[in-house]
């Protein structure tokens, strides 16, 4: 290679483990074999500035603290047991984590870790209380708040919904972003999980943890056009240096997943996939019923209109699910992960969350909360 | 890559941009080539036809089946070689399973302990505190 362009070609040092992987089977996703060739430097994803407020075996509870603080009530994230959290903070200026801290809240987040096959019996149970109950326990701990919002997305949030209506007290607020609820109702993934097409027991047994195999070819063939296809426009728009590191930190996130808990697999198949218990009041969770109807606080619903994975009509039922007498639900023209990491959501969604979450949050004395 | 400039540039994004440079002279581009209305016409065509296919009954019950079918000689195998491993006393992935939901319940016990420990702690500091404070008038 000549030394005086060293960015002409990706080095041999860099390519060979990838070839090497591929050749092995553990085949990484093309982001990380294109960005070789491309040259430059790699934003790294979830980049805002945090500390590590509690671990327990493989989880982390992330802490985001504002420089300027506006709000005494606290934000806990939890995230889907799918992928990783990092969506949540995607890209400096595209980061949902960072733009709720830049308005004075402090944010906890759950990084759930990679379950191994020791992990594989983890239930439903477990998740809610080992894991999100001490993690709640602690961010008020911490805080010295009564009370916090609950931010759940996608499948998290169901966690988080089955976990204040068995906990309401600690909960302040509670935020649903792209939740499925009504599982009768989500489309592609409701009919491939029908009983009579798909046995999660037999799946279980055999594999342990689901493997990321198996989800990652799923979800490409929710859309297997659109897989081929935005490969075809990344290329026709690779002199565009935002678009091209906005597309690789997304194909990055989207590859970079993780097992899936198989005794919670088990569990969500059956209870909200196959049997819709989980609408119906009817889950149990540690010999406990999961009725949403017991959760009282303020609940924002965030649905987003071309969401495939959470269709709009699986969220929307929840406001009339709960006992809540304070509602609202936002609908944004966008898909599941635009919620999260589209150039719109810094400039319209995330400000319409924040004018409901602001005064559903106590104020901290004498700080000046935004107009 | 905001730094990026030509220079920068890597030989490959370079040849991908005269690619597509030359494709856009082409005169057919605009029907035929990607982001031609030929070519959505059939992007569209394929996506319906395969929405069809993956949501239809034929293609799930074969699908389920021959995943179930996996699955389950993948399950048989394991349970004979958990069987083979237990006979020659060597240590099989479901003891180790056994071995770390011990270590879990370990782990809760203490982590319960530490708690307990924290609060008496809090307790002992508010008390010392009240019997260090001088009696007001």
């Known amino acids: 290679m000549d030394e005086t362009r060293p960015h002409l070609l990706p080095r041999t040092t860099e390519l060979l483990p990838l070839w090497l992987r591929t050749l092995t089977g553990d085949v990484p996703g093309p982001a990380a074999l294109v960005r070789p060739w491309l040259g430059g430097p790699t934003v790294p994803l979830a980049a805002t500035p945090h500390t590590v407020a509690y671990t327990k075996d493989a989880l982390r509870l992330l802490r985001y603290t504002p420089a300027v603080p506006r709000y005494a009530t606290p934000i806990l994230f939890v995230y889907s047991l799918i992928n990783r959290y990092k969506i949540l903070d995607f890209l400096p200026g595209r980061s949902l984590i960072e733009f709720l801290v830049e308005q004075g809240f402090v944010v906890y987040c759950i990084d759930w870790g990679t379950p191994t096959r020791a992990d594989q019996d983890l239930t439903w149970d477990d998740y809610l209380h080992r894991y999100l109950d001490r993690c709640v326990q602690v961010v008020l701990a911490e805080t010295g708040s009564p009370h916090l919002t609950l931010y759940g997305y996608c499948m998290g949030g169901t966690m988080a919904l089955s976990y204040a209506a068995l906990h309401p007290a600690p909960v302040g607020n509670f935020v649903a972003q792209a939740v499925p609820v009504d599982f009768a109702n989500d489309g592609i993934l409701t009919r491939w999980t029908e009983r009579q097409f798909f046995n999660a027991d037999a799946l279980v047994d055999a594999e342990g943890n689901v493997p990321i195999a198996l989800m990652e070819s799923a979800f490409r063939y929710m859309d297997p056009i659109g897989t081929q296809q935005k490969w075809l426009d990344f290329f026709k728009k690779i002199g565009d240096p935002a678009f091209v590191e906005t597309f690789l930190a997304m194909e990055e996130w989207a590859g970079d997943n993780i097992p899936f808990p198989g005794e919670v697999y088990r569990q969500y198949l059956r209870d909200c996939y196959q049997t819709n218990a989980f609408c119906r009041g009817e889950m149990q969770v540690g010999g406990r019923r999961v009725e949403l109807r017991q959760i009282t606080c303020p609940v924002l619903t965030v649905i987003a209109d071309r969401d495939n994975i959470a269709p709009p009509a699986s969220s929307e039922p929840l406001p009339r699910l709960v006992a809540s007498p304070d509602t609202a639900t936002l609908r944004f023209a966008t898909g599941h992960v635009g919620l999260t990491a589209s150039s719109r959501a810094r400039r319209e969604y995330w400000p319409q969350i924040v004018a409901w979450l602001g005064p559903r949050s106590s104020p901290l004395p004498g700080a000046t909360t935004p107009a | ?137």
Request: charged share 30%; hydrophobic share 40%.
């Open chain 2, 1 to 137: 890559m905001s730094e990026t400039s030509n220079e920068r540039e890597t030989l490959f994004v370079q040849w991908i941009k005269a690619w597509n440079k030359a494709a856009d002279g082409f005169p057919g581009n605009n029907v035929v080539l990607q982001g031609g209305e030929l070519m959505k016409q059939w992007q569209d065509q394929l996506r319906k036809m395969l929405e069809e296919v993956v949501r239809s009954e034929g293609f799930l019950a074969s699908m389920g089946k021959s995943m179930e079918l996996g699955h389950t000689v993948k399950a048989h195998v394991e349970g004979l070689l958990e069987k083979q491993l237990a006979s020659l006393r060597l240590p099989s992935l479901a003891d180790l399973q056994e071995l770390h939901g011990k270590l879990r319940t370990l782990d809760d016990r203490t982590e319960a302990l530490e708690q307990q420990l924290r609060e008496l702690h809090l307790k002992l500091d508010r008390l010392l505190a009240a019997s260090t404070t001088p009696p007001t008038e």
